[in-house]
């Protein structure tokens, strides 16, 4: 299992928060430089402490190219899939919702179940490699995150 941090997930990395119910964009792209293994994360971005992620998308190339198996979580270091098991994700263009290759999903999970969730500490928030893509194509994979701040 490894992890790996992308520039705006680093510690150095300033963490913005305005109160007030603004709402606070985060986003974090990364293109793994090995084929990534089954658990193994990629720490996308940075949310501040009194973060209430209120919704958020996972987007990518079409990173499996063999028979698609990838299957990637989005989440964070307490709760791996908090906002979604994506399940396999296909690249495949789907007609009148996405008519080009690639992934774009948007978060689901506790927001879909108990609604905004709020953070109570400076966190991350992460892709985790649930199941590893049959034939891996090197590509960006970004998470996008709208929240406030309590």
């Keep these: 299992m490894a992890t790996t941090t992308a520039t705006r997930a680093n510690a150095n990395f300033p963490v913005s928060s305005h109160g007030g119910g603004i709402c606070n964009v985060a986003y974090g792209s990364n293109e793994p430089s090995s084929t990534p293994s089954s658990g193994d994360f990629i ?38 899939d908090r906002f979604g098991d994506m399940g396999v ?4 263009v789907v007609t009148g919702v996405r008519p080009e290759v690639g992934i774009s999903y948007p978060y689901g999970g506790t927001l879909m179940t108990v609604g905004p969730y709020t953070y109570t500490a400076e ?28």
């Excluded at 994700?89 to 495949?92: F, L, W």
């Excluded at 991350?124 to 709208?146: K, L, Y």
């Design 123 to 150: 966190d991350t928030i992460d892709v985790e490699v649930q199941v590893a893509a049959n034939s891996w194509v090197a590509g960006p994979i970004t998470c996008v995150t709208f929240y406030a701040v309590a």
């Design 43 to 80: 720490e996308m971005h940075r949310v501040p402490n009194g973060a209430v992620v209120l919704h958020g998308w996972l987007y990518a190339d079409d990173l499996d190219g063999g028979t698609e198996a990838l299957e990637l979580f989005v989440g964070d270091g307490d709760d791996v």
């Design 89 to 92: 994700c296909t690249g495949d």
